[in-house]
Every structure is written in C-alpha cells, then in structure tokens.
C-alpha cells in the first residue's frame, strides 16, 4: 500500500505563495499519477492539479491554471505543488492522492481514480 505524507500548508497573504510536497513512499506501485485535491468548509472537494509520474502529463483546474505549478522529483518519490498568487478563496484544507492507472487529460482531477490519500494540509490565504 502506498503512503503518502502532505506538507507544507500554513497561513500565507493573498498575492503570496506557498509550497505543498506530497511524498509517497513508493512511485513503483499504485503510484502511477499524484493529485492534489482541496476542500474548503462547507464546500465538496475539488481536483486542483494531477501529475503522471512516469512521464511528467499534468493538469489544472481552470480556477488555478496560471498560478499553480505541479512537479515530480522521482528521485525523491515527492510531488510538489507550487501555489502563487494566493487568493482568499484558495483558503482550503488540501489533500494528495495516488492513483494506479493512466486517466486521459483533466480526467485526472476526478477523485474517483485514486486509491491511496495522504492526511490534509491547511492553507489559509488572508485578505
């Protein structure tokens, strides 16, 4: 079974930035792609960003295409979510998962694929 650590979260002003990590204990299996899912209170959850390991494919959401930057270090078993340009709205409690399989596109920002989930990390955007 894959484990998976988040970090990084905390309180950052809007129009700052914040990094998340994500380390996995194996990329070898059940690791095929990382994804970065946010949920804010009162609110249902939310793909942000997924990477496929072995070759690098990613995908945003709309609502963080331009600010967000995901990354792999392999060699590190280690996804890294790079948040510029925080808005309030970007306040939520975010979670990375692992998935097996190779999912088409913005496909993989559906939780649906993703089997293994790291614990959540907060990050709150003040105004």
């Known amino acids: 079974e894959v484990q998976l650590q988040a970090s990084g979260g905390g309180l950052v002003q809007a129009g700052g930035s914040v990094r998340l990590s994500c380390t996995a204990s194996?990329?070898?299996?059940?690791?095929?792609?990382i994804g970065w899912f946010r949920q804010a209170p009162g609110k249902e959850r939310e793909g942000v960003s997924c990477?496929?390991?072995?070759?690098?494919?990613?995908s945003y959401a709309d609502s963080v295409k331009g600010r967000f930057t995901i990354s792999s270090d392999n060699a590190k078993n280690t996804v890294h979510l790079q948040m510029n340009n925080v808005k309030p709205e970007d306040t939520a409690v975010y979670f990375c998962?692992?998935?097996?399989?190779?999912?088409?596109?913005?496909?993989?920002?559906?939780?649906?694929?993703?089997?293994?989930w790291g614990q959540g990390t907060l990050v709150t955007v003040s105004s």
């Open positions: 998962a692992a998935r097996a399989v190779r999912v088409p596109g913005s496909t993989c920002l559906n939780s649906i694929y993703y089997v293994h």
């Open positions: 194996t990329f070898e299996r059940d690791a095929y792609g």
């Open positions: 990477i496929n390991t072995p070759d690098g494919d990613t």
